[in-house]
């Protein structure tokens, strides 16, 4: 075999190169469904406050398998075909990892899409890449209307963040979040659709044949200078990379990790490190639609048993400073991966003496899918 001067710096365990599979990025849930269709894939807390209730959302990998077959179905029966675009503008929920993948079943290609985006941001972003088909909140409708007209986009589904709640737990947050302003009356129109009607679809599933050099991610990245720019990503750049990721991380225990998925899904390292990752790896993926909570965070961390924490330096070093981080037992935290910014050697130690855990830096680029070391 042949041996490289920086295989000399590796972990016991991590192979000096990998065996690449050939298969659609969507093929990831298949496999992990027909390994584990009974394991909890994707499990959301949400706090109902009048009544300090914590409300449990869970959804096992063969049931996310099938809605994402579904919305697949229903993307096609309202014309959606190989090639088009369609825009993820969600915060991390269940119903956007459905999205996710049926959007790659149907042949289409997602396009990350960041819900806090201005106006003008999002015109830019949707005209550019051209996409007709958009999913988001009621509650960011009033923002897309305000551009629609100078962009392509002439199909909207609709989701709310309770939506993938059961009775009467849909009905107590739906009142909560509608104060917020996160939601919305549902507008009507002929172009408008309910994510719950899709992913009920009774359409036959398309099986779009696909490549490895298939383009199946419009990845937006504003660089160094100028607007946001797409990165085009193929099955194989996100096939490639998520395996990487595993291979790295030697020490994945495939079917036993629980991953806190609190970087955002529309964001490159949160789409490949916490959301691919986890369902590749046959893990349990714990999701945050607010990071910034950071009391919530950790009191996840602590029930939830998470073993691991992908972020950025900035949630360590709000939890390293939170008054009562120590009051919670976070010492089943395994690992963790920083990016997106420098990680002060000073925050690392201090994460790692308080959960010990190993928090390891990444460094990656959008156009890398993204991780390129760590």
């Known amino acids: 075999m042949t041996t490289y001067l920086w295989t000399a710096k590796y972990e016991d365990g991590v192979p000096a190169s990998l065996e690449i599979p050939h298969i659609p990025l969507c093929q990831i849930l298949s496999d992990a469904a027909a390994t584990y269709p009974n394991k909890i894939a994707l499990n959301m807390t949400l706090r109902y406050l009048p009544l300090g209730l914590k409300i449990r959302s869970t959804m096992t990998y063969s049931a996310l398998a099938a809605a994402s077959d579904r919305f697949a179905a229903g993307l096609a029966q309202l014309g959606v075909k190989k090639g088009d675009r369609v825009s993820v503008m969600l915060p991390n929920l269940p119903q956007g990892v459905v999205a996710f993948f049926g959007i790659l079943k149907a042949g289409a290609i997602v396009v990350n899409t960041n819900p806090t985006y201005t106006p003008r941001e999002l015109q830019h972003q949707l005209h550019d890449s051209g996409a007709e088909t958009i999913i988001l909140l009621s509650g960011l409708y009033e923002r897309l209307k305000q551009i629609q007209d100078q962009t392509a986009v002439k199909r909207v589904i609709i989701t709310d963040i309770p939506d993938t709640l059961g009775w009467p737990f849909n009905k107590l947050v739906a009142k909560q979040v509608r104060a917020s302003g996160l939601m919305k009356e549902l507008p009507t129109g002929a172009n408008i659709h309910r994510y719950g009607e899709l992913v009920q679809s009774t359409a036959p599933i398309p099986h779009v044949p696909t490549t490895g050099d298939d383009v199946v991610l419009f990845q937006y990245t504003g660089g160094t200078t100028g607007l946001a720019k797409a990165a085009m990503l193929t099955n194989r750049n996100l096939v490639a990379n998520v395996n990487q990721v595993i291979a790295w991380f030697c020490k994945v225990r495939p079917g036993e990790e629980k991953v806190l998925a609190a970087i955002p899904f529309f964001h490159v390292y949160g789409m490949t490190v916490a959301m691919l990752f986890a369902l590749k ?94």
């Open 281 to 374: 790896s046959g893990a349990e993926m714990v999701i945050m639609p607010d990071p910034r909570n950071i009391g919530m965070v950790l009191e996840i961390i602590q029930n939830e048993q998470i073993t691991i924490y992908p972020g950025v330096p900035a949630m360590y070093v709000a939890i390293n400073n939170h008054p009562k981080a120590k009051e919670y037992n976070l010492r089943s935290i395994r690992a963790c991966l920083s990016g997106a910014a420098a990680l002060p050697v000073e925050v690392a130690t201090q994460f790692e003496e308080l959960t010990g855990g190993k928090l390891v830096e990444g460094f990656g680029m959008t156009e890398c899918s993204p991780v390129v070391c760590a």
